[in-house]
């Protein structure tokens, strides 16, 4: 059970990342996601992106395994790296440009993963 809560902790924490470029434009990952998502059905070939893709796909992959009646470590541990390329990169540029909303948004990110990665490493040792 907890191995699923944390799987669907992973994909609400990264949800609530929070994005600003120039110009006074800022978004958070579940708008931008909507508005993705609505672009697939409209423009499809607009969306083909890694920092897109990867993404959905690790949401996918958690997704499927909250399903799962024992979460599988592989399908999570793909899902956590397919969505850290993109939350990892975020926190590095907040950092670099001292923009606490950015490494404040992707902070609980980062410790759901880190302890997901505890938790399935712990289980692996018990077996």
């Not at 994005?19 to 697939?40: C, H, M, T, Y």
């Not at 302890?115 to 289980?123: D, L, N, Q």
């Amino acid at each position: 059970m907890k191995s699923k809560i944390l799987n669907l902790l992973l994909i609400v924490t990264y949800l609530f990342g929070y994005l600003e470029w120039g110009g006074n434009n800022s978004i958070l990952l579940f708008q931008a996601e909507a508005d993705i998502i609505s672009k697939v059905f409209t423009d499809p070939t607009s969306v083909i992106h890694p920092f897109i893709l990867l993404p959905l796909v690790g949401q996918i992959l958690l997704l499927v395994s909250v399903f799962q009646n024992k979460p599988k470590s592989l399908l999570t541990y793909i899902g956590i790296a397919c969505l850290a390329l993109l939350l990892g990169f975020m926190f590095v540029i907040g950092i670099l440009s001292l923009n606490y909303k950015i490494i404040f948004s992707t902070l609980p990110f980062l410790v759901v993963a880190g302890t997901a990665i505890f938790h399935y490493r712990k289980i692996k040792m018990q077996e």
